[in-house]
């Protein structure tokens, strides 16, 4: 017996122990408003999606063509289309995430408006996008359920038996839009009980997996910018158990902590870390910095010196009081902190790179995995690199060290149009095409994401009607561009209302009322010209 079936039994066996007072209540659209309220909570959300990534993290250790995928998301009606999107075409949301990105949130959800990505917009903003994501996920459960309910009403009606079966079998093995979210904590918005506490809301909402920076939290900086200010792994490490700590007050015994390390990149730090043997993580985290040898004579007011193999050393210190690191340590400093998080909490790790170059990224991890068989990488696919350019160059590169006459190419001027048809620029779309499944085989990439695409085809679509609505187009830019388009190919937002859960409120208004509801869904409602036979013409 399928629960659909159990709860309709069910209520109907608690319907007659109560008596004539329930006359009204039909059991099976009880069933089907829980079945369209699966999760009651963000933390049954937090705990059904976190089994997910586990279950996908354990298939990729097993075979590293297994990977998954995201995209940035900033709005829940941006999540709910993207996984609408991946069901209709691709049948399935296996292996497939939505990531929220901190930088997105400070651009676009602050309510001081447009932010840099620095750690700059409330805290509560966070959690309220987990939460209001999940809340747009749920409701696209609730409408497709609900259109697979409509139509076995209808079935019935005409006693269309084959077509019965098949909506009830479809109605049984429903797959949820509801994915694990992959949500950004950036570098903890302030010390570990800060990071405590707003890791607990984000898991409340339903976050399963957090991700945290090494950044100094106060100097916190886009990873794709200049400036960048590490912690030393101690001050690390704490926030990283305060993570673990809020996922285990709550339940959530297997969520996951997303270590990211922004080392390749930052040149500075603003503090030295305390030490107290030769070689422990502290000295391991000085040896880096740019130094001078001095002696005692040499010592002006108010220098800092540390001691190392009987020498007096110097770090250099900038007027801002931060300490930097020697010029090309930072691949060491990376692969140093994705060993310690992984030794000390985190379960999967994030590098961020100047470049999207997999025998670099792939450097790095053999390095890690060394030490840590099974670290995952999780990688930003970022919209920050200029990936045309990056694999023309590459691939330029390659021809060179491989002797081949690159005469006809200029290296400094790759991105041209001119360029789009050569046999470089197709072998270079080609290394694009095939990054993140060749990156997940040769550099330990478990999950691939696009930190901030829907933001980039907000502004894209937005301009390609713009462009022709406010100039001679008018009209037909929006019916050609839009709507057209949308009722080709089938885009479910061409019924607008529907999307927004008006049929879903008038059945509902049915179950409460029976005839005496006022439905919106009449004769009368322009949303019947988007109706069969029309959406089939095509």
């Known amino acids: ?91 399935t949301t296996n292996k497939r995430y939505l990531y929220l990105s901190g930088w997105m949130v400070a651009a676009l959800r602050s309510e001081f408006g447009p932010l840099p990505d620095q750690s700059m917009h409330e805290k509560t903003a966070v959690p309220a996008l987990v939460e209001e994501l999940y809340t747009f996920l749920r409701q696209a459960d609730a409408r497709e359920l609900d259109l697979l309910f409509t139509a076995l009403d209808n079935a019935r009606i005409v006693g269309d038996d084959e077509k019965i079966t098949r909506l009830l079998a479809q ?18 918005f302030g010390n570990p009980e800060a990071t405590y506490l707003l890791a607990k809301k984000m898991i409340e909402a339903g976050a399963c997996a957090i991700q945290i920076e090494n950044q100094v939290s106060d100097e916190k900086q886009c990873g794709h910018q200049d400036g960048k200010v590490t912690v030393p792994h101690e001050d690390f490490i704490a926030k990283i158990n305060a993570v673990r700590y809020a996922f285990l007050e709550l339940g959530i015994e297997n969520g996951i902590i997303v270590s990211r390390t922004d080392s390749l990149g930052a040149g500075l730090t603003q503090k030295l870390a305390v030490t107290y043997t030769p070689g422990d993580l502290g000295d391991q985290y000085n040896s880096f910095l740019d130094v001078d040898e001095i002696t005692e004579a040499d010592l002006g007011n108010g220098d800092v010196v540390i001691k ?12 801002s009081n931060l300490f930097q690191f020697r010029a090309g340590t930072g691949e060491a400093r990376c692969v140093l902190d994705s060993i310690t998080s992984l030794q000390n909490g985190a379960d999967l790790l994030w590098i961020e790179t100047e470049k999207p170059h997999i025998g670099q990224i792939a450097a790095m991890m053999n390095e890690v995995r060394e030490a840590i068989p099974n670290a995952k990488l999780v990688y930003n696919n970022s919209p920050s690199f200029n990936w045309t350019l990056n694999f023309r160059q590459q691939a330029y590169d390659a021809l060179l060290s491989e002797g081949k006459d690159v005469s006809a190419y200029d290296r400094a001027k790759l991105m041209s149009v001119d360029y789009d048809e050569t046999e470089l620029a197709l072998n270079a779309d080609e290394k694009i095409r095939t990054f993140q499944r060749d990156s ?99």
């Open 1 to 91: 017996m399928t629960v659909y079936q159990k709860d309709i039994e069910g209520i109907e066996a608690l319907k007659q122990q109560v008596g004539s007072s329930w006359d009204a209540i039909n059991p099976e659209s009880v069933a089907r408003m829980r079945a369209q309220n699966r999760f009651k909570t963000g933390l049954e959300i937090a705990q059904y999606t976190a089994d997910i990534m586990r279950k996908d993290m354990g298939e990729y250790d097993a075979d590293s063509s297994i990977y998954t995928q995201s995209l940035g998301v900033w709005h829940g009606f941006i999540g709910q289309q993207k996984m609408i999107s991946i069901k209709k075409h691709l049948k």
């Open 171 to 188: 109605i049984n093995a429903f797959e949820t839009h509801v994915v694990p979210i992959i949500a950004d904590i950036d570098a903890g």
């Open 308 to 319: 190392r193999g009987g020498k007096l050393l110097r770090p250099k210190r900038l007027a």
């Open 440 to 538: 997940s085989k040769e550099a330990g990439i478990f999950h691939h994401l696009i930190t901030l695409p829907t933001y980039h085809t907000a502004a894209l679509s937005t301009d390609d009607l713009a462009k022709g609505y406010f100039a001679d187009q008018g009209m037909l830019a929006y019916v050609k561009g839009v709507q057209r388009r949308e009722i080709r190919e089938g885009i479910a937002t061409v019924k607008h209302q529907n999307m927004s859960g008006s049929d879903l409120g008038d059945n509902h208004k049915e179950y409460f009322a029976g005839d005496a509801a006022l439905k919106a869904g009449g004769v009368n409602n322009t949303s019947n010209q988007f109706d069969e036979p029309a959406l089939s013409s095509h």
